[in-house]
């Protein structure tokens, strides 16, 4: 199925990167009776040049009008998939689908929220990737699926996927440096 996601990606990317207005997803969570908003924007930001402005992903998750977290990604520009995350509610929270390139790899990440009545905030409960290889994509991708243990729980404004992959304990799990 990501086989086909990706090929029809591949052809459909010269229509999305001209064509794409303002990038917006919005779900609505309700958590013991309070209702959050998670939501996922295209923003762009003036670089340390202050000439061409840079894109980024902005993730934010608002209660009652306030913004409670927040999360800034940017994004490389020369990468044809890394516009495109998503954010979907689940049980007792939400999952954010991260697409992004990597060498001739493309990994989808996925990471999934959870409320936590003791922290009063949602937490990392789960992330993995899975990696195709763009140059091979007849070849199975891979899913990897990283330890995500923390001393202090991961929540969404200190959530990175670079930090995540970085992990000493994720690098004990010997992952993957070539898919195939």
Do not use: W
């Amino acid at each position: 199925m990501k086989k086909i996601q990706f090929l029809l990606l591949c052809l459909l990317f010269p229509i999305l990167l001209y064509g794409r207005g303002n990038l917006k997803d919005t779900v609505t969570i309700r958590v013991d009776g309070l209702v959050y908003e998670l939501s996922v924007s295209l923003d762009s930001t003036e670089n340390d040049s202050g000439t061409k402005p840079d894109s980024v992903i902005c993730v934010k998750l608002i209660k009652q009008g306030k913004v409670v977290g927040k999360s800034i990604s940017p994004l490389s520009g020369r990468c044809p998939i890394e516009e495109d995350i998503k954010v979907e509610a689940s049980d007792n929270g939400f999952i954010i689908r991260i697409p992004y390139c990597d060498g001739y790899l493309f990994r989808f990440g996925e990471a999934r929220f959870v409320y936590s009545k003791g922290q009063d905030d949602f937490i990392l409960t789960a992330y993995e990737e899975e990696i195709i290889d763009r140059q091979h994509t007849e070849l199975d991708g891979k899913v990897v699926k990283y330890n995500i243990c923390a001393e202090v729980p991961i929540v969404l404004s200190t959530f990175s996927v670079v930090k995540i992959r970085n992990n000493t304990d994720n690098k004990r799990l010997n992952l993957p440096e070539k898919v195939g």
